[in-house]
């Protein structure tokens, strides 16, 4: 099982596809996947990754991890499964995107601004200590 779904692309490693069927990741034919599991032409997968879940059926075998355009033609996904994966990407592009909060050093404007030596500072009586230097 970790072989062919490392070689369809679902995973970039055999590493990654066994802890994925491991953990539950992976159903064939409705039951629950272990990685040394024989897979057949015509078993229908369920595989979960951070791509999304694809419902896949098996059209051919391989052991071999060769092209994506190759990888493409060992399994066929259903209609169903990728329709709901096109609206689940559309729904996360429509979704507000917010900005990360700036972490790390400030700038320099925005740490005079914070200690009180920017614009209007001279009412701060460390502004004229540190001016008479």
């Not at 078993?43 to 391989?62: I, Y």
């Not at 399994?75 to 700036?102: D, I, M, N, V, W």
């Amino acid at each position: 099982m970790d072989k062919w779904l490392w070689a369809a692309r679902f995973f970039k490693t055999r590493t990654l596809a066994r802890r994925a069927c491991d953990i539950g990741r992976i159903e064939c034919n409705g039951q629950r996947a272990k990685a040394a599991r024989e897979v057949r032409a015509g078993d229908l997968l369920l595989v979960k990754n951070e791509g999304g879940d694809f419902e896949v059926e098996v059209l051919a075998l391989s052991e071999m991890r060769g092209p994506a355009a190759v990888a493409q033609t060992l399994y066929r996904e259903t209609g169903a499964s990728r329709e709901l994966r096109l609206k689940l990407a559309q729904e996360r592009k429509a979704a507000p995107h917010f900005e990360a909060l700036r972490e790390g050093r400030p700038s320099n404007a925005t740490a005079a601004k914070s200690t009180g030596f920017g614009a209007g500072c001279e009412a701060n009586p460390l502004y004229w200590r540190w001016k008479r230097g």
